[in-house]
C-alpha cells in the first residue's frame, strides 16, 4: 500500500537514487521485513542537512506538490487543506513546524501523507530521500545532539554507518503545543 | 486496547439500550398502571431479552441481574406480588445498574459496575413477597355435564387463546377415546397474523390431523368460520395414536409459527370423568419459546421446569437458537407486537450511519458532478453544434441528473430516524428529576413521527435533557406555589416535534414562571459580558441569549437567577454543530418555550459561493438573508464598526477579506457586493470581492483530519477537484463580535488614558510604539515647529543602535511595520475620544494623520552619530552577501517565480543590476541635492499585484509619489515615494527657500520632485537599459500627494497594470546620514519581467 505507492514515486525520483533497482529494493525490503520484525523502515527527508526519518508504517502515500487551499485563521505551519481523492486533508510545512526558515517549491517538492491519531496529514517537505532500514538496536533515544527540532516531534536517533537519522514522532506534528511555546519562550527569556 | 465483547457487541449493545428504553418506560407507566398485565408482560419480554443476550456476550452478571429482576416481575405476573412502591425503586434501581453496564462497555471499558447490591435487594424483595404466595390450588376439570373452563390464570395474559369449552359430548368423546388407549391432547396453533387466509392455514391443520387421528373439536370452530373471522389462535382438541412428532408433522404449515399442547389425562373424580390438562409444550416455535403459560397444577409446573431442561428458558433459547425471544406469545396483543416486530427483523439491515454516511458523500459527489455536465452542455450550446446531438445529449443528462438526485433523497431518507425514540427515554428523566426537586410535573411528548437526520438524533439528547433539567429545576415552581397563583397544579412539560419548511423545529415547553431578564441583565453585567449600555440597547432576545454564554451556568448562577443555566451553553453548541439555532420565547409566570431548529438534512446544502481575491468561499444559503451592493462612500464607521444604512436600518459589516487574512481584489471605486447573512436575531454584512452564484456543495468536515477552525464549517470539493471553504457564519460573527469587544475595551480605556494625561505623554507613548528603546525627549512635541528630524528617521536611528548592520535590511522592513501601527492603535482611541472632548481629539486627529515630528536634537549624541556611521558603511561592505542572503532565504515568492518560469539566479541577476542602478540614481541625487546619499540594498521581489502595498507598507502614511511609466523595449513604472517632509524639505533645498516655509507642494514643488524622480529613475532604468541592451523610455512623471495606500492604487489603476505579478524593486534613500528621503521603485510588468529575466541570462 503505502510502500507500492513510495516504489511508485521513487520510480519517478530525480536526482536521489533509492539503493539497487527498484524490483531489487522492493524484494529485499520484503525479504527483510519477513525475515527480521526488528528491522524498522523509515520513509527519510532531508531538511537544513539533517535527515529525517518517518516510519514507514505510518505513510500513507507520497505526492508531488498538490494545489493547496489556504486554511485563515490557523498557525502558520498549516499551509492549508488539500483534496486527497475525496479526502480533505490539512498540508503542514515541516520547515515552518520545524521552526527553519521556509523553503521554496522545487520539483523535489513532496507531500508525504501520513496517518497520525487517525488523522490523515500531508506533510510539506522539500524532498523525499530514501527509504531507510534500521535495525531497532541502531536507534537512540533522543538526545541534545539535533539542535533547532524541539524534542515533541523526535522519537529518536537513528545510526546508519556515518549518518544519523531524526526519527520523527508524528503526534504532535498537527497542533501547536502551548506548553513548548511557554518553554521556548522561557529560554529565550 | 478497549474492553470489548467480542463481535457481537455492537448488536448487543444496541439491543441492550433499547430494551432498557423499554423497561424504563413500562415501568414508568406500571407505576400508574399497576394491574395491567400487558406491561407487565412487555417488561418480562424486555427483562428477558436482556437476561438472554447478556449471557450471550459473556456478560454474566448482567445476566444473573436481569434473571433476579425476571423472578421478581414473575411473581409480579402471576398476581402472587403486588407492584409496591419499594419493588419499582428496586427495579429502577437496577435499570440503571444495566445502563451504566451499557455504558462502560459502549465507551469501551470493562463494565466494574457492583451488582451484588441490587441483585440481593431484588432477592430479598422477591422472597419476601413469595413467602406470601398463595399455592396455586390444583384444578382440574369439572365433571362432565358442565363445559370445562380452563383454570383462570392470574394475571392471564392470554385471552385471546381461545377458551377451551368443551362440551358433554366432547367430553364423552375425549373419555372414550383415552379409553380406547388414544391420547388425548389440548393443541393451541398459532398463525402468523401477517398471514393471508388464516382460515386456509387452519383447515389445512385440522385436515393434516384428521389423517393421524380424530379432531374432537376445533376451538373456535374453524368449520363455521369465514376468512375474516379467523383469530390468529385456535385449538384443536385431538385424539390420536400417533405420537408427538406425527402431530408436530401435522401442525408444520406455513407460516404456523407455534405449536403448543397439553396432554389431556381423564380421570375419575367422584363418579364423575374429569379431564386433567398437563403440562404445555412447545412443538413447533419459530421462536425461543418461553413455557411460563399456566399449567393446570402451578407446583407441577415448578417441579417440570426443573426436570424438563428445555422448558427452562434460557436453555430452550440455546437449544432453539433463536437470538431474539417473544415471551408471552400466547397474549394476543403480544403476539400482534411480536408479529411485528418480527416482520420489521425480517425486513430490517442494520447498516452502520459512517456506511450511509460515505454513500451519502458519494452521491453528494455524483450530484455535484454531474452539474459539470450543465457547464459541458452551455459550452456544445454555444458552439454550432449538431442541435439534436446537444439535444440528445441534455435529455441524457437531465435523465442522469434525476436519478442522481433520487439516489441522494433516498439516501438521505434511509438516514431519517423518527424523533419518538430520543423523546420517550425522557419520560424517566423527567419522573426522577421532578421527584429529586419535589415538583409534580407530567411530560406530554408530541410528533414522536417526525423524522430527523439520525446524526441530529444522536445528538439532540444531551441538548434536551439539559433543557428539561433547567425546565424542572428552575423553570416549574413547586406545587404549592403553582397552587398559590392559581396554576394547576401539576405543572406540564411539553416536548415537541414537528417539520416546517426545511427545517425541524424540537420545542421544549413548560408552563412555569418564565425567564427572570433582570436577573439575567444583572448576571450579564456582574459576569463583564456586557455593560449597561449595551444592556440598554439591547432587545429582550439579545438579554435570553446571554444565559448560552459559557460560565453563564456555573452553581453560583443558579441560585443567583431564577432564570437558567445549567449547560446552556452545552445546547448552543451542539445545536449549533448540527446547523441549527436555538430561539428563547418566554412570558414572565406563564412559562418560558425553548425552540430548536435544524436543517432537515445535514450532508448537502445550498450554498453561497463569494470570492475573496482568489479564494473561493461558501456561505450555507440557510444563513444568508440578501445579497447587495454598496459603494465604499456608503459605509460609515461607528466606534470603530463600519456599518450601512439598509433601507433605515443600520447594518454593521464584516470585511471577509480581513477575516480570511488577504487583500481585497476590489479597487476603489467599484460597488462591493454584500452578503446579508443572518446570526441568531443578529444580522451581518459580509463584504466580499464577487458574488459567483449558489451551489448545492457536500460538508466535508475539516475536524476528520484537522481540527475544528474557527470561521469554518468545514470544507466542500467542487465539480473541478478544487477546495473551498465553507463559512460557519455563526462561529464567524461571535469572533468578530470578541474581538471587537476586546478592541473596543482597549480603546476606552485608551481614550481614558489619553484625556488624562498630557498631550506629551500620547506623544511619547506613541514613539514607544515604534519599537524604541530610547525616545528622545520632546518639548514641543508635534506642534509643527519642527521640520528636520522624522520620526521613521528617528526610528531608524533609534533601531540601529539594537541591531547589527548586517539586518540592517530586514530591520528596514520591520522599521516600516512599527511605522503604521501606531497609526492603526490611534485611530479607535481618536474615535473613542471624538464623543466626549473635541479639543483633545482634534489635537490627536492631527497627531495621527500628520507624522510625529520630533524636535531637532541640537545636542545630538555624537556616539550614536558615529555609530549610524558605521552601521552604514559595515552595512555597505556586507552588500554582497547581503544579496547572497536574500538569494537564498526562501520566500514565498518562489512559487510565483516559477510559475513565471523565473528561477532564483535570475532574481539575483536582476538584483545585481538593481544594486548597480540604485548606486546610480543615489549618486544622481546626490548631484542634485548636493548632499551625500545613503541607500539601502536594493530590494528585489516578485509579488502578486495585490501583495505590493503590504510590502511597501507605510500604506496609512502620507507620502508624496512621483510615478513614472516606463515605455519602449521595456514597460513599467518608477515611483520614487518621499516622506512628505522629506519631499518639502527637498523642494526648499531645490529653490534655496527655507525649509520651513514649504508647507504644500505647489507647482514648482512639484516640477521639482518630478525632475528628481526622473533623474534618479532614469539613471536606474538606463542601467538596465545598458545590461539588456533594450530601449527604456521614462515617460512625464506624475505626483500624488496622498496616502501611500492610495498612490499605489492610483499608480496600478492608471497605468492599467493588468498583471497578476510584479517585480519590486525597492531602495530607500538617506542623506545626511539618517534621514529618509523616501523609497524608489520599479515595476515592469509581467512580459517585461520576462524579457528583462531573459536578457540578462549568461
Known amino acids: 500500500m503505502g510502500l507500492e505507492e513510495l516504489l511508485e514515486k521513487q520510480k519517478n525520483f530525480h536526482g536521489v537514487p533509492i539503493e539497487g533497482s527498484e524490483a531489487g529494493v522492493r524484494s529485499k525490503i520484503d525479504a527483510e521485513l519477513m525475515a527480521d520484525s526488528s528491522v524498522m523502515q523509515f520513509v527519510s527527508f532531508l531538511l537544513e542537512e539533517v535527515e529525517f526519518g518517518i516510519n514507514i508504517l505510518s505513510v500513507h502515500e507520497i505526492l508531488r506538490m498538490p494545489e493547496i487551499t489556504r486554511l485563515p485563521n490557523t498557525p502558520d505551519f498549516i499551509k492549508g487543506v488539500i483534496n486527497l481523492r475525496g479526502n480533505v486533508i490539512p498540508i503542514v510545512d515541516v520547515r515552518i513546524r520545524f521552526d527553519f526558515p521556509s523553503g521554496q517549491i522545487t520539483d523535489l517538492t513532496r507531500v508525504i501523507v501520513v496517518e497520525t491519531g487517525e488523522k490523515l496529514v500531508g506533510l510539506l517537505v522539500d524532498n523525499v530521500y530514501q527509504v531507510v532500514r534500521l535495525p531497532e538496536g541502531n536507534i537512540d533515544p533522543p538526545s541534545d545532539l539535533i539542535e533547532g527540532v524541539s524534542e515533541e516531534f523526535i522519537t529518536g536517533i537513528g545510526r546508519m554507518r556515518d549518518r544519523l537519522i531524526v526519527i520523527l514522532n508524528l503526534d504532535n506534528i498537527l497542533f501547536s503545543d502551548e506548553g513548548r511555546k511557554a518553554a521556548l519562550g522561557e529560554q529565550a527569556k | ?1098
Open chain 2, 1 to 1098: 486496547m478497549a474492553f470489548s465483547l467480542g463481535e457481537y457487541q455492537d448488536i448487543f449493545l444496541e439491543e441492550a439500550d433499547e430494551q432498557l428504553q423499554e423497561l424504563n418506560q413500562n415501568l414508568l407507566e406500571l407505576e400508574s398502571r399497576p394491574n395491567d398485565s400487558e406491561i407487565i408482560n412487555n417488561i418480562f419480554r424486555a427483562a428477558h431479552s436482556l437476561k438472554s443476550s447478556a449471557a450471550f456476550v459473556g456478560l454474566n452478571d448482567l445476566s444473573d441481574l436481569a434473571h433476579k429482576m425476571e423472578n421478581l416481575l414473575q411473581g409480579i405476573r402471576d398476581g402472587t406480588m403486588s407492584v409496591t412502591r419499594p419493588v419499582v425503586q428496586a427495579l429502577f434501581k437496577s435499570f440503571d445498574v444495566i445502563n451504566a453496564v451499557i455504558s462502560a462497555v459502549s465507551s469501551g471499558n470493562e463494565p466494574k459496575v457492583p451488582m451484588g447490591g441490587v441483585i440481593a435487594e431484588l432477592q430479598r424483595i422477591s422472597e419476601s413477597e413469595t413467602d406470601a404466595k398463595p399455592a396455586a390450588p390444583e384444578k382440574s376439570a369439572t365433571p362432565s355435564a358442565k363445559p370445562v373452563e380452563a383454570p383462570t390464570r392470574p394475571a392471564a395474559p392470554d385471552e385471546d387463546v381461545p377458551k377451551l369449552v368443551l362440551s358433554a359430548d366432547d367430553m364423552r368423546a375425549i373419555r372414550q377415546g383415552v379409553d380406547a388407549g388414544m391420547l388425548g391432547y389440548d393443541v393451541t396453533v398459532f398463525i402468523d397474523p401477517a398471514a393471508v387466509m388464516k382460515w386456509m392455514k387452519a383447515q389445512l391443520v385440522l385436515n393434516n390431523i384428521e389423517k393421524i387421528g380424530t379432531v374432537v373439536r376445533s376451538i373456535p370452530d374453524v368449520e363455521d368460520l369465514s376468512e375474516k373471522q379467523m383469530p390468529n389462535v385456535f385449538k384443536v382438541i385431538v385424539l390420536t395414536d400417533e405420537n408427538l412428532d406425527a402431530i408436530r408433522a401435522a401442525c408444520d404449515v406455513d407460516l404456523i409459527y407455534r405449536v403448543d399442547l397439553r396432554d389431556i389425562a381423564v380421570s375419575q373424580v367422584n363418579g364423575k370423568t374429569a379431564l386433567t390438562f398437563r403440562e404445555e409444550q412447545t412443538l413447533i416455535s419459530e421462536k425461543k419459546e418461553e413455557q411460563k403459560k399456566p399449567v393446570d397444577v402451578a407446583a407441577e409446573a415448578e417441579e417440570e421446569e426443573v426436570v424438563r431442561p428445555e422448558e427452562d428458558e434460557a436453555e430452550a433459547e440455546i437449544e432453539i437458537g433463536e437470538e431474539k425471544d417473544e415471551d408471552e406469545a400466547a397474549h394476543p396483543e403480544a403476539v400482534q407486537r411480536a408479529e411485528g416486530s418480527k416482520g420489521a427483523i425480517l425486513k430490517t439491515v442494520r447498516v452502520s450511519i459512517d456506511k450511509l454516511d460515505l454513500l451519502l458523500n458519494n452521491v453528494g459527489e455524483l450530484v455535484i458532478a454531474n452539474s459539470g455536465f450543465y457547464r459541458l452542455y452551455e459550452d456544445l450550446r454555444r458552439r454550432d453544434m449538431d442541435k439534436a446531438l446537444v439535444n440528445e445529449f441534455k435529455n441524457r443528462m437531465e435523465q442522469m441528473s434525476r436519478i442522481a438526485k433520487d439516489l441522494q433523497s433516498g439516501i438521505m431518507k434511509t438516514r431519517m430516524v423518527p424523533i419518538g425514540q430520543v423523546l420517550t427515554r425522557f419520560k424517566r428523566l423527567v419522573r426522577d428529576l421532578a421527584m429529586e426537586f419535589d415538583k409534580k410535573v407530567n411530560l406530554k411528548i408530541l410528533g414522536e413521527e417526525t423524522e430527523l437526520d439520525k446524526k441530529v438524533i444522536d445528538s439532540i439528547g444531551e441538548p434536551l435533557m439539559h433543557l428539561l433539567r433547567n425546565a424542572i429545576d428552575h423553570g416549574i415552581e413547586t406545587a404549592s406555589e403553582r397552587v398559590a397563583m392559581r396554576k394547576a397544579e401539576v405543572a406540564t412539560i411539553t416536548l415537541n416535534a414537528y417539520q416546517g419548511g426545511n427545517q425541524i423545529f424540537v420545542e421544549v415547553a413548560d408552563d412555569g414562571r418564565g425567564l427572570d431578564i433582570d436577573s439575567i441583565k444583572r448576571k450579564a453585567m456582574e459576569k463583564g459580558l456586557a455593560t449597561a449600555e449595551m444592556i440598554a440597547s439591547m432587545d429582550n432576545e439579545d438579554i435570553f441569549n446571554f444565559i448560552f454564554a459559557p460560565g453563564f451556568s456555573t452553581a453560583k448562577v443558579i441560585t443567583d437567577i431564577s432564570g437558567r443555566g445549567v449547560g446552556m451553553n452545552v445546547v448552543k453548541e451542539v445545536v449549533s454543530e448540527l446547523n441549527g439555532n436555538v430561539a428563547i420565547e418566554t412570558e414572565p409566570g406563564m412559562g418560558t418555550r425553548f425552540v430548536l431548529s435544524f436543517p432537515i438534512t445535514l450532508a448537502i446544502i445550498p450554498a453561497i459561493m463569494v470570492k475573496v481575491n482568489r479564494e473561493m468561499y461558501a456561505i450555507p444559503l440557510s444563513d444568508v438573508i440578501e445579497t447587495i451592493k454598496v459603494a465604499e462612500s456608503d459605509i460609515t464607521t461607528i466606534e470603530g464598526h463600519e456599518v450601512i444604512n439598509l433601507r433605515g436600518e443600520i447594518l454593521s459589516l464584516l470585511r471577509l477579506n480581513e477575516f480570511v487574512a488577504l487583500d481585497s481584489a476590489l479597487g476603489g471605486n467599484t460597488r462591493i457586493p454584500v452578503v446579508v447573512v443572518g446570526y441568531g436575531n443578529r444580522k451581518v454584512g459580509l463584504l466580499v470581492d464577487y458574488l459567483e452564484g449558489k451551489q448545492e456543495i457536500v460538508i466535508k468536515s475539516l475536524e476528520q483530519n484537522y481540527a475544528t477552525v474557527e470561521g469554518l464549517a468545514g470544507a466542500s470539493i467542487l465539480g473541478d477537484g478544487s477546495i473551498c471553504l465553507i463559512l460557519d457564519i455563526a462561529s464567524m460573527i461571535n469572533k468578530v463580535i470578541n474581538d471587537q469587544d476586546f478592541l473596543m475595551r482597549r480603546d476606552r480605556k485608551k481614550a481614558l488614558d489619553a484625556r488624562i494625561d498630557e498631550i506629551k505623554e500620547v506623544s511619547a507613548e506613541r514613539i514607544d510604539l515604534h519599537g524604541k528603546t530610547t525616545a528622545p525627549k520632546t518639548d514641543d512635541g508635534f506642534s509643527g515647529g519642527s521640520r528636520e528630524a522624522s520620526a521613521p528617521a528617528e526610528s531608524a536611528r533609534g533601531d540601529f543602535k539594537d541591531y547589527e548592520p548586517f539586518s540592517i535590511s530586514a530591520q528596514r522592513v520591520t522599521d516600516a511595520k512599527s511605522a503604521e501601527k501606531p497609526v492603526d492603535a490611534q485611530r479607535p482611541v481618536m474615535a473613542g475620544i471624538a464623543k466626549g472632548d473635541e479639543p483633545v481629539a482634534d489635537l490627536l486627529t492631527r497627531v495621527a494623520a500628520e507624522p510625529p515630528r520630533t524636535a531637532v536634537d541640537d545636542d545630538e549624541d555624537e556616539e550614536i552619530k558615529k555609530r549610524v556611521q558605521e552601521t552604514l558603511d559595515g552595512f555597505r561592505q556586507d552588500l554582497k552577501d547581503t544579496i547572497k542572503t536574500a538569494a537564498e532565504s526562501g520566500t514565498t515568492d518562489d512559487h510565483i517565480m516559477r510559475s513565471l518560469g523565473m528561477t532564483r539566479e535570475d532574481l539575483s541577476r536582476v538584483q545585481v543590476v538593481s544594486n548597480v542602478g540604485a548606486a546610480n540614481a543615489a549618486e544622481s541625487l546626490s548631484k542634485v541635492l548636493g548632499k551625500r546619499i545613503d541607500l539601502t540594498i536594493p530590494e528585489v521581489r516578485v509579488l502578486p499585484i495585490e501583495k505590493i502595498p503590504e510590502f511597501v507598507g507605510r500604506i496609512d502614511n502620507v507620502f508624496i509619489g512621483v510615478y513614472m511609466p516606463l515605455t519602449g523595449d521595456i514597460r513599467g513604472t518608477v515611483l520614487f515615494s518621499f516622506i512628505e517632509e522629506s519631499g518639502f524639505e527637498l523642494i526648499s533645498l531645490l529653490y534655496g527657500k527655507p525649509v520651513s516655509d514649504v508647507k504644500t507642494i505647489d507647482e514648482d514643488g512639484e516640477s521639482a520632485l518630478k525632475e528628481i524622480t526622473n533623474i534618479v529613475g532614469s539613471s536606474v532604468v538606463n542601467v538596465f537599459s545598458e545590461k539588456i541592451n533594450l530601449a527604456i523610455k521614462p515617460t512625464v512623471p506624475t505626483v500624488v500627494h496622498d496616502f501611500m495606500q492610495s498612490i499605489l492604487d492610483s499608480m496600478l489603476v492608471l497605468h492599467n497594470i493588468s498583471n497578476d505579478y510584479a517585480l519590486l524593486m525597492e531602495t530607500d534613500f538617506y542623506y545626511e546620514d539618517d534621514k529618509v528621503i523616501g523609497n524608489l521603485l520599479i515595476l515592469p510588468d509581467t512580459e517585461s519581467l520576462q524579457v528583462i529575466v531573459k536578457k540578462l541570462r549568461p
